[in-house]
């Protein structure tokens, strides 16, 4: 079974889909500066979530690209059934296949999904082309939150920065770090557990399926890498980087 699918899989009971709450996805937009009229792309925008709740909060028009077909079709479902279908565009495909419009957009976010580029400071290289001069950018991303990372687990996670880390790489690319949104350990938990159900849920109904040891042991290495590395060592945060200078 692909990755993807086990995301299908895993996140099919949630419409957020980081460890994040309406609440503090309504703030990012707000230290973003969205207003009325201001065109938004969201890469990695997942069941369009954040983009649905921006264009309610503050009237914004925008553009949602994920990967997944599974999210991209329970995104426009989303919009359709809200009434945002002519004010928000669902893209299904890699963001980095995405052709950008002639004009550059107000402000460009990447929630969570920092991989489809290949990290942090790419994705801050991918959203600054999106954007005119003066835009913000929002950024969700791990961080370490611990100096005593387990090596082993380190390794693995080779991605992961210090939060420390992350400042010196926006500096670097050209900005600063304005406001930082928080995830509490509820977040955090909430999010995992949503996981654990959806793959549990799954196993139930598919008793017989030919990849359910797969997915069983999947759901496994999730749980524990949890509960052993990523509760104890780390953390997840929504940046608002802001033009330097």
């Known amino acids: 079974m692909e990755f993807l699918e086990l995301m299908a899989i895993s996140h099919r009971y949630m419409e957020l889909l980081n460890p994040s709450t309406p609440e503090k996805v309504l703030k990012l937009g707000k230290m973003l500066g969205m207003k009325e009229g201001a065109r938004v792309i969201d890469y990695g925008s997942g069941c369009g979530e954040p983009l649905a709740l921006w264009c309610k909060e503050y009237g914004i028009t925008g553009v949602g690209v994920d990967l997944s077909p599974d999210f991209c079709e329970r995104a426009v479902k989303k919009l359709s059934g809200q009434g945002l279908s002519d004010r928000i565009q669902i893209v299904c495909g890699k963001g980095a296949d995405y052709e950008l419009p002639g004009q550059p957009f107000d402000v460009a976010t990447c929630i969570g999904a920092t ?11 991918a959203l600054k082309k999106a954007v005119h001069s003066k835009a913000r950018l929002g950024i969700g991303d791990v961080y370490w939150a611990s100096d005593t990372v387990p090596p082993g687990y380190a390794q693995r996670e080779v991605s992961a920065r210090s939060e420390t880390e992350l400042l010196r790489v926006t500096r670097e690319e050209g900005f600063e770090i304005e406001y930082v949104i928080r995830a509490s350990r509820d977040d955090w938990d909430r999010y995992y557990s ?9 196993l139930e109904e598919n008793p017989s399926h030919p990849d359910r040891q797969q997915v069983l042991e999947h759901f496994h290495q ?12 780390m953390g997840w945060a929504m940046y608002v980087l802001k033009p330097g200078g």
Do not use: A, C, I, M
């Open 222 to 233: 999730w749980q524990d890498d949890y509960s052993r590395y990523e509760r104890p060592y």
């Open 194 to 202: 949503d996981n654990w159900h959806g793959f549990l849920r799954w």
């Open 115 to 125: 991989f489809v580029f290949g990290g942090y400071r790419e994705t801050v290289q």
